[in-house]
């Protein structure tokens, strides 16, 4: 026995070092640290005792391609047509053919309310649907032929009657599980319009509404005709590239040409001296118009296509650039260490614009070593750059549901995150450093 325990003094003094386990020990001067248990009191003293505001990614990341292309004009106008006066023969009547219209049809721009039974029809009483809404406000049809209702989403009424409309809406809002009891209204009419120009009060647009509009009230919503030579005035009408003519004697003469139902891109145009090349000319401005707009619209789109092709490969290039250096580590960053029985001891990167969380560190590096780590002495190191001590803030891990507060304590630049081992870990650790020495001293015992 005693010639075992001889070996065993001989073996601790040839091992030549002694394993010494890493620990928190509490000390003075620059080895001075504060433990301070982790609570959800002591939570928010930890957050809120060091500010941090993570790092920003360049602009790049934040950035879209869209690029506001500027207002454009669409070029000079062409002149008002001057033509010499005539002297005709009695005006030819060549009405427009009567066309049934058929149900209104919702078009672009058109402004569609929600209205319920209950009150005067405003879309604010359809519960917790339209509260943003009022009686003055709807929901314009957009390019696309679609309207936008808040927690129901898009809707396609474009180029349906009301009662389509209805359908579709009233669809949707099963699919969000709403069911009110309402009806589609239309509020502003803007999609259908006729044009009324030359001899008459006040040359404007009036919009087509659910009802017809016909000559005779389409005329007087312009102030009538003026004119005191009746005999050589007329009312043309361009409709689908053909040009109609209306003698101003046989309108008023005729009931039947008074109640002619305007359609939508009517242009009507009131000429008192029959100057038939003057009507002409002015359709084909309005012809010429439409097309300037067309063209310069498309020009525009080619262009803002172009931009945003050019600012998207800037961007790609951008962020290229920012993660080839980013790899290479040019790019500065806030670091967390990790160290002691962790999956992994690893420099845990701190993400950009967002806070990191003890769990997030304790995680990406594989957890807790199941077989050597003590759950119960995990530490945040921090240095208050004060002069004090250190603050070890200790987290105890082995009441799991403590784990919670692991994923609100917000981490630190530099801060130092340990786990201890277990006793049991330390003093396996401490045979294991000696066994092979105990053999080594045994055999040279056993030799001499």
């Known amino acids: 026995m005693r010639r075992l325990a001889a070996l065993f003094i001989l073996s601790l003094s040839a091992c030549g070092t002694v394993y010494i386990p890493a620990e928190i020990r509490q000390g003075?001067?620059?080895?001075?640290?504060?433990?301070?248990?982790?609570?959800?009191?002591?939570?928010?003293?930890?957050?809120?005792?060091?500010?941090?505001?993570?790092?920003?990614?360049?602009?790049?990341?934040?950035?879209?391609?869209?690029?506001?292309?500027g207002l454009r004009g669409l070029g000079a106008l062409p002149e008002a047509p001057v033509q010499a006066e005539l002297r005709p023969s009695p005006l030819e009547l060549r009405p427009p053919p009567n066309v049934e219209r058929g149900p209104y049809q919702i078009g672009v721009g058109d402004v569609l309310v929600l209205a319920t039974p209950a009150g005067g029809g405003s879309v604010e009483e359809l519960t917790g649907l339209l509260a943003a809404q009022n009686r003055r406000q709807g929901y314009t049809v957009q390019d696309d032929g679609s309207i936008t209702i808040p927690d129901v989403g898009r809707v396609q009424v474009g180029g349906s009657t009301l009662s389509a409309?209805?359908?579709?809406?009233?669809?949707?809002?099963?699919?969000?599980?709403?069911?009110?009891?309402?009806?589609?209204?239309?509020?502003?009419?803007?999609?259908?319009?006729?044009?009324?120009?030359?001899?008459?009060?006040?040359?404007?647009?009036?919009?087509?509404?659910?009802?017809?509009?016909?000559?005779?009230e389409a005329l007087a919503a312009v102030g009538g005709v003026e004119t005191t030579d009746l005999e050589f005035a007329s009312v043309r009408i361009y409709r689908g590239g053909e040009l109609y003519q209306i003698p101003l004697d046989d309108l008023n003469g005729s009931s039947e040409l008074q109640r002619l139902e305007l359609l939508d891109g009517d242009s009507v145009y009131v000429d008192t001296e029959f100057q038939l090349d003057r009507a002409e000319a002015y359709f084909e401005q309005q012809i010429r118009v439409a097309e300037l707009r067309r063209t310069m619209r498309t020009s525009a789109l080619a262009e803002l296509a172009a931009e945003i092709s050019i600012r998207r490969l800037q961007l790609d290039e951008e962020r290229s650039n920012f993660r080839d250096r980013l790899a290479i580590e040019a790019v500065e960053r806030d670091y967390v260490y990790l160290t002691g029985e962790v999956g992994e001891q690893i420099r845990y990167a701190m993400p950009f614009e967002r806070q990191s969380s003890l769990a997030d560190a304790l995680f990406e590096a594989g957890g807790i070593a199941v077989s050597t780590g003590d759950p119960g002495q995990i530490y945040v190191l921090r240095d208050t750059?004060?002069?004090?001590?250190?603050?070890?803030?200790?987290?105890?891990?082995?009441?799991?549901?403590?784990?919670?507060?692991?994923?609100?304590?917000?981490?630190?630049?530099?801060?130092?995150?340990?786990?201890?081992?277990?006793?049991?870990?330390?003093?396996?650790?401490?045979?294991?450093?000696?066994?092979?020495?105990?053999?080594?001293?045994?055999?040279n015992a056993a030799t001499n």
């Open 28 to 69: 003075e001067g620059d080895a001075a640290v504060q433990v301070i248990p982790l609570t959800n009191v002591s939570l928010l003293d930890a957050n809120l005792g060091s500010r941090y505001v993570p790092r920003q990614l360049p602009s790049a990341f934040n950035a879209t391609a869209g690029m506001d292309p």
């Open 165 to 216: 409309a209805e359908d579709a809406i009233f669809g949707k809002l099963i699919e969000s599980q709403i069911d009110p009891s309402f009806s589609v209204e239309i509020s502003e009419f803007n999609s259908k319009r006729v044009s009324i120009g030359g001899a008459v009060r006040n040359p404007t647009v009036i919009p087509i509404r659910l009802g017809p509009v016909y000559l005779n």
């Open 385 to 443: 750059n004060t002069g004090g001590p250190v603050v070890a803030w200790h987290l105890d891990g082995s009441n799991v549901v403590n784990m919670v507060l692991a994923t609100r304590f917000e981490l630190r630049p530099n801060d130092i995150v340990f786990v201890a081992e277990q006793p049991v870990t330390r003093w396996n650790r401490v045979v294991q450093q000696l066994t092979p020495s105990l053999i080594l001293s045994g055999v």
